[in-house]
């Protein structure tokens, strides 16, 4: 499958199972990535999950391992952990933010960025229940194929925030 080929991403998400679960759907459609872990045993776990079409390093080492590079799409648990990356995310590019977030500092960025294009949306996994293949399938879509939506926030919580 070569949904994502040609593209290029970076995955800063402190939920590993969501972070490997976003990666693994890129690298399977054909994205060269930039992935985060934490912990040592963390890396070796996402290379040997994820593949060679990944680059794995410690979160401190984001903004080297982008030197260079331009992203099409930035997947991070943290508005405050955007900024830095933004000058490698193309001007058009997405950013999904897959922790509860509030909609005040989604729209902040989405005002912040809306010169260049670049989308920002939220999805908002609340309970465990709400497995990480679930989460990586709704900040895929709204990252590659909701291209005229920003300032979302989709909850993956199967209805229990309507309880």
């Known amino acids: 499958m070569t949904k994502y080929a040609g593209t290029r991403a970076a995955v800063v998400v402190a939920a590993g199972d969501i972070s490997l679960a976003i990666a693994k759907r890129l690298a399977e459609g054909g994205a060269r990535l930039v992935l985060t872990a934490d912990t040592e045993d963390g890396r ?3 290379r040997s999950e994820v593949g060679s079409a990944a680059h794995v390093v410690a979160p401190a080492e984001i903004g080297t391992a982008l030197t260079g590079h331009s992203i099409d799409f930035l997947f991070t648990d943290a508005v405050a952990g955007t900024s830095p990356l933004l000058p490698h995310l193309h001007d058009g590019g997405s950013v999904v933010l897959t922790t509860p977030t509030s909609a005040e500092a989604v729209l902040a960025l989405v005002t912040a960025l809306a010169d260049r294009r670049i989308r920002v949306n939220a999805v908002a996994p609340f309970d465990s229940r709400g497995c990480a293949e679930e989460v990586a399938r709704v900040a895929l ?6 291209t005229c939506t920003t300032g979302a926030h989709v909850p993956v919580d199967g209805g229990l925030n309507h309880r």
């Open 44 to 46: 070796a776990e996402a």
């Open 141 to 146: 879509f709204l990252a590659t194929e909701a």
